[in-house]
Structure formats: C-alpha cells, structure tokens
C-alpha cells in the first residue's frame, strides 16, 4: 500500500509556531526543492496566513501565492479554506465565495481544503460548488474533537454526505492534536467502510500522540497524511515528515519521498527555526508535549496566539487560569470543535472571563453572531443561560445564514476604489477591511513615490 504524504512546512507548521509570521522571502529558495521531494500536496496557503500576510507582513497575499505556484511546477498546492468564512471571521455573500474559489485556483490553487467550524455542510455546499465548477479538487474536512455529541457514526455518516456532494477526498481535521491511536483506527476504518474517495488524516504533536495515531490511521488504510520537515515538527505542529517516511517503509509501506531532498529541505529550515528561538519569536512553550491539551483541546495556532495575547496584556501568569476557563466555555457553547474561527471565540471568552473576573461580562460581536445562529447549527445545545446572557429575548436563527446576505463585490469595490487594481485586491478588502485598505493605501504611495523618483532621475 502506498501512503501518500502532504508538507504543511509553508502553511500550518508555522502557523501552529510561529503565529504565521513566516515571510515569502524566507522559504522562496526552497521552494524548487520542495517541489522534488515527492509530496502529495504542499499545504502553502489560506488559513491565517492571508491575514498574517496583510497585517503582519507587509505582504500581498495574492502575490504570495503566484510566487509559490512559480517555483512549484508538479507538486499540488493546497490551501485551507473555511467555508462560507472564506479566510476571516464571518460568513460572506454567496458572490464573495464563489469570487474568491474562483481567483485561488486561477492563481494557483489545486486543492481547496474545505471545512466549517461546526461541521455544518450547508456552509461549505458554495464553495465545494464552485471549486469543481473551477477545475479544483475539493478536499472537505471533518473538524475532529471529542464531546458527548460526537461519535465515530455521526462522522462516518457525515463523510458519507462530504462524498455524496462531490468531496474528491474527505480529510480528517484533528487541530488539536487529540485523536488517539485507536480513535484514529476506528474513525478511519468507518470512513473507508462507507466512502470510496482517499482519507487524510491531519494532527498536531501538541500531546504527543501523533506518530501512534498516524500508525494506526495508516493501518486502517488513510491515504494520505499531513507531517512538517522535522526542523518546523513537534509541539504544536504536525509530526515529523522524515520519521514517518522511515517508519512506514520500515513496516512495509510504499513512499515516494525522496530523502536526499528532504534532508535539504530540513538543513534549509534548521538555522531558520533557531533564528526564530534566539528572537523569541519561537516560543520554547509550543514546541514542548502538552497532555493538558487532552482537556482543553485548544490547536496549535490557537495556543501559540493565546500566548501572544496574555504576554500583550502583561497575564501570562494566568495561562493555566484561562487554559481552565476554556472547556467550561466550550460546553456551555454546545460543544463547538476548537478550529477558527470557533477557537478564537472560545479562546477570546475564556481571556475575558479569567481577566475580568466576571464572567460573560465581556461578550464579542463575535459570540453574538454564534449565539443568534449566524455560524450554523452547534453540535450540541448552547447553555440556555448564555442564550439568555448573549440575546435577551431575540430568536435564533435556524436558516442558513449565508442565505439572508445579499452581493456585496460591487459595494467593495466602490468602497476601496482606486486603492484597488485587481479583483484580488478588492477581495482582500472584502475580507479585512481596516488591514487590507491600509495595505493597499501603502502599496499606492510606495508605487507613487518609486515612480516620482524614476522622473527625478531621469
């Protein structure tokens, strides 16, 4: 059998340690190399990385993604993206998605991991739409978690229903590195049992339990599995690709990867991760086993910026406090799996009521949104208390949100005007507004003042 292996060195792996402030400039000279190595997919885009790339980075994220798809000519690209919240925070009109799918695999997208943060497929149907209607590959995934709502028959029936809408591969999402060994066999096991398109499975190394449940996945028959270039592995990232291509081979499995390459690859990435150490950038506390995590479920990324946000406001001495605070959230929330932008509200809540004092005494518009039912159907019931807390006597919705939203392309492109020269841009906008408009006021007034000098010199 063979195991087929995607690389999220570009995307996820740096994401989970990093906060995603990896530059292009950083990995350009690699990227030709990683292209030999013989991955399945390199997972390069999407996620956090477009909004790290426009608020942190001064980057195009567009530009980004043209320049990767320029070094890499065999190797399919994916990206990850959340359904109807594309790359950001909310859901966007139908035009928008459809826009966007359309715009990432003209420039270079392959294949479109899709998920909702609720596992609600009414908000991924557009986007799965629209990436087979634009020649891509829709991967859809099953946000993973553990609650007395999930079972192992809920997500094979789910799966089923991720094919049936034309899902080319069905990706399991473990973003917080929880799945066990055996929750990783029997969950595959029921998928391969009811569907015929490929497993992938994605975990993190957060508690240390990656390698076994990669093993068992794999004996189960996954297809494919997610693991970063050992230099950028462990901790809250994915397990190391170099170990599990060894092992494999050692228990009989057919890979492809070719190890010269990979060892390239990971000397290119050694002084990089230390670099990002000696600027403290690379917190030690993500590269560590969390087994708490077993409990609080909080992914990679999350961690690595819940850090970030307490060390800003001066409390990171209250870490364990929130890490506390979080499942108990998490419940009263209805069970939501901890992926963004869930994680983000949870994770927001949890700072809030730990920092305060009080809790739900602070609320994001964020939370009201989920609470009124604008994020989809909770797998489970959210605490009627906190209905009570969040809405007053408001009603709910029980429709699909994203069908009260009228177009909104033209609005934004009206909207940020002369600012924007493609209709990239104009869907940065749409995304991040506030960022995106300063970026690209920048980009104009660099572009001006080049201009201006060539005159003068000339």
């Not at 594309?86 to 966007?92: A, C, E, I, S």
């Not at 060390?311 to 108990?328: F, G, M, N």
């Not at 609005?411 to 995106?436: C, H, M, Q, R």
Request: a negative charge; proline letters at 4%; hydrophobic letters at 35%.
């Amino acid at each position: 059998m063979k195991v087929r292996f995607t690389e999220t060195v570009l995307r996820d792996a740096q994401q989970s340690l990093l906060a995603t402030r990896m530059p292009y400039s950083v990995f350009k000279d690699i990227l030709q190399a990683m292209d030999k190595a013989g991955y399945y997919a390199l997972e390069c885009w999407g996620g956090a990385t477009f909004d790290s790339c426009l608020r942190y980075l001064n980057e195009d994220p567009w530009d980004r993604l043209r320049n990767i798809r320029k070094n890499v000519k065999n190797t399919k690209l994916m990206m990850l993206l959340r359904g109807q919240n594309l790359l950001g925070y909310k859901h966007y009109p139908d035009d928008i998605v459809r826009l966007f799918v359309a715009k990432s695999i003209e420039n270079g997208i392959d294949v479109m991991r899709i998920f909702d943060a609720l596992n609600d497929l009414r908000n991924v149907e557009v986007a799965v739409e629209e990436t087979i209607k634009r020649g891509g590959e829709p991967q859809l995934a099953i946000s993973y978690t553990t609650s007395p709502v999930h079972t192992i028959e809920a997500y094979a029936k789910l799966g089923k229903q991720m094919e049936d809408m034309g899902a080319s591969s069905i990706c399991i999402k473990d973003m917080a590195g929880i799945m066990g060994p055996q929750e990783a066999y029997d969950l595959v096991k029921a998928l391969k049992e009811t569907v015929k398109v490929p497993i992938d499975l994605h975990t993190h190394s957060t508690t240390g339990l990656a390698p076994l449940t990669l093993l068992k996945a794999v004996k189960a028959g996954a297809d494919i599995i997610d693991t970063s270039i050992s230099s950028m592995s462990g901790g809250t990232s994915q397990y190391s690709t170099e170990s599990m291509a060894y092992s494999l081979r050692q228990l009989g499995y057919e890979v492809d990867l070719n190890d010269d390459v990979l060892k390239e690859i990971n000397d290119y990435y050694k002084p990089i991760k230390d670099n990002y150490i000696e600027t403290g950038l690379l917190d030690p506390y993500v590269m560590g086993v969390q087994t708490d995590a077993l409990t609080y479920q909080i992914p990679g990324g999350m961690l690595s910026n819940l850090i970030a946000q307490l060390k800003a406001q001066k409390s990171i001495d209250r870490l364990d406090e929130v890490l506390e605070e979080t499942p108990k959230v998490r419940a009263e929330f209805g069970y939501p799996p901890l992926v963004t932008p869930m994680s983000q509200m949870v994770g927001v809540q949890a700072v809030s009521n730990v920092i305060t004092g009080e809790r739900y005494k602070n609320i994001s518009n964020e939370v009201r949104a989920y609470v009124r039912g604008e994020y989809g159907t909770p797998p489970g019931e959210i605490d009627p208390e906190i209905v009570k807390i969040v809405l007053g006597d408001e009603k709910r919705i029980t429709t699909r949100f994203a069908d009260t939203l009228e177009p909104q392309f033209e609005n934004f492109k009206k909207e940020i005007g002369e600012y924007a020269k493609t209709d990239e841009d104009v869907l940065s906008y749409a995304l991040f507004p506030t960022v995106a408009e300063n970026f690209l006021k920048k980009r104009t007034e660099e572009e001006e003042n080049r201009a201006t000098y060539t005159i003068v010199e000339a």
